[in-house]
């Protein structure tokens, strides 16, 4: 009880699902998405717009939004209690800042901020045409079209690699929803 579980990987590996499977798994636990609201809701302007302006400033928009929902993250531990299953968090965006060229470092305590670290991370891992199957299907974003890009993409995975030790893989390719939730849970409950 009281862990923060973050579910993350790349687009379309199945990190809404899993995390809302998870959720409704455990009677008591709450579920969040980076960005929470109020950052949710100019999320698109600020990818479409500011990165290529100023991938810093960039930064820093989802940089203040993990501060945020850490305070959030925070609060309900406190009134509420049970886990937190968080879909994406820091680790993303210090993964795609990094992918992107941005110099930023994976420090959840500094002294301007605080952001609360997991007790678990876990990476859905996919295979790459599978994860092409799964957007056609529910259709493609701005993040996604820009995973297109195959230096990207692969920049994203080395950056992940690069924080091997602060994940657990699970593999997603042609497992259903219902046994990559028992995988999890295993490894929570471990």
Do not use: W
């Amino acid at each position: 009880m009281n862990k923060l579980i973050v579910l993350t990987g790349l687009d379309g590996c199945g990190s809404t699902t899993v995390a809302e499977q998870l959720h409704l798994a455990d009677q008591g636990s709450t579920l969040f998405k980076s960005p929470p609201f109020p950052f949710s809701t100019n999320r698109n302007a600020i990818d479409e717009k500011v990165y290529h302006t100023s991938p810093a400033a960039h930064y820093l928009y989802y940089l203040s939004s993990n501060v945020y929902l850490t305070q959030l993250i925070n609060q309900t531990f406190a009134e509420k209690g049970g886990n937190v299953y968080c879909e994406r968090y820091f680790i993303d965006t210090v993964v795609s800042h990094r992918a992107k060229g941005v110099d930023v470092h994976y420090e959840h305590e500094t002294a301007l901020y605080h952001i609360r670290k997991p007790d678990y991370i876990f990476y859905l891992d996919v295979e790459e045409q599978e994860r092409q199957l799964r957007l056609n299907a529910r259709g493609r974003g701005f993040l996604d079209e820009q995973l297109n890009d195959e230096d990207l993409r692969q920049r994203f995975i080395e950056e992940f690699n690069a924080l091997e030790s602060e994940i657990i893989r699970i593999p997603t390719t042609d497992r259903d929803i219902d046994e990559i939730v028992a995988d999890i849970q295993r490894h929570i409950q471990d």
